[in-house]
């Protein structure tokens, strides 16, 4: 029996531990232990913004229910933090004990990264957060976000990218007066070039929200406010802090292991330790600290085929991400390289823009390929250039119709339907789950959303396929024979 410690019970570490158990489900090739520092079960943390909005309880976003470790013979340890590995004796150090290992994974994520913005930490030292700022990462802060989100109360939301918008749009919709303060000229400015992040600016102050970019904040201030560095200030009883994320190293630094942005790993995600592994944001695996849950998910997977020996030589090879902003009223997706000028002498760059009506479409083509895109406020053509990208087809010649979602790239370039998706289009990105694996689940009898979730998962992570999903079990229902 081969004894595998998982440090870290989040996305990467519970789905880790559920990619055994499918493999190995009587527990009779794997023991696992399962080490998290939070005192909940698992949740899904991508949901967290829907949390801060409102829209799901934090019951809702769990992964597990209390039950789980008992019956999937995983031995679960909460509410205390993995403090030291010794690889000598191979062993990790929790509270006064230890616990033994054969093969030991860190699944110890990302921590936000908090600027050093006068007053927004305690003063005392141990790094916790000054009274009325929250940073924004774990299902306690959205407690602590939403217990001080009353209808009025004036919000700053320090960082203007993905994550910080996701919780401004949260907060608006709960009533509050938000601010976001970004320190660069145009919004998430890693994903969007300056005129789609104008756009969405422009979309979002329509929600409520304003900004201050190009501005740093400079001192906070309880009772006053947020001091920017330009002398102006900006009301704020609550600090939301959303400036980005870093890989958490700490315990591999110390065990010794390879580190750079995150654990160093290789394609059967091994760190410099053939004993230990890493998977999820705290990983970086050719060059790439992800933070996102595809990536860590497909880890999991991988690894867990190559702890059990269910498939020895199982390697990690990379995934394509596409950024998506979850926000309501608000649809927007990036993917590869955007940040090309429209007169690059290697590519192909097309744009298109309606500020008035929130729409904004950049693609950039290489070799006829999508080697990038930004599609705002036009969810068709999101679909269809997602689906070019992903499968590295031709783009239609038609650019036009594709930037405006009027040319999915179907087989008979017809009306996008169900039926017209090739099965190895993927339908749930966060599980990596085609259109083939759902019409096979579904003819082997898992003939609801519901069934098709807890067969292949789809639907499970950012949520964002379900009308998809949901799509394709009408079509498989409806072209069946009817009883006569
Ligand atoms: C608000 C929000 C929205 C997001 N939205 C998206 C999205 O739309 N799409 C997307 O793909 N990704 C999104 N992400 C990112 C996604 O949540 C992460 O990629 C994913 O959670 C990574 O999983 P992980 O297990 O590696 O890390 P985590 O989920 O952070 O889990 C790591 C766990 O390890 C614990 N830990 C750390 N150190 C120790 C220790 N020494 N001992 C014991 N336990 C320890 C941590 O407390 C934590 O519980 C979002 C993140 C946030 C915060």
Redesign the pocket.
Known sequence: MRNVVV???????ARLADEIRRRDPGADRVAVTV????DHPAYN??L??SVVAGSLTADAVRLHDADWAARRRVDLRLGE??SKVDRTRRVVHVGDGEVPYDALVL????RSWVPPTEGLLDGDGDGAMAPGVVA??SLDDCALIVEKASPGTPVAVIGGGL?GL?AARGLAGRGCLVTVVHPVGHLMERQLDPGAGRVLARTLEGLGIEFRLGALAGRYVPGEGLELVDGTSVPADLVVVSAGVRA?TA?AEQAGLEVDRGVLVDDALRTSDPRVHA????AQHVGTVS????P?WEQAAVLADRLTGAAPAARYAGTTVVT?L?ARDVDLAALGDVHVDVDCPDAEVLCFQDPARGRYAKLVLRDDRVAGAIVLGAPDAAAAITQLYDRGLAAPTDRLALLLGRALPTAGGGEASPADLPASALVCR?NTVSKGQLVGAWRAGATTVSALAEVTRAGTG?GGCRDAVCGIVDWLAASQPQPA
Not at 35 to 38: A, K, Q, S, T
Not at 279 to 282: F, M, T
């Open positions: 440090v870290g019970y989040g996305m990467a570490g080490l998290g520092d939070e943390r991508v967290l913004s933090p993995v699944a110890t994520g990302a924004f990462r994550l996701e958490e315990l998977i999820g944001d705290c933070g996102l849950v595809q860590a998506r979850k966060c950012c």
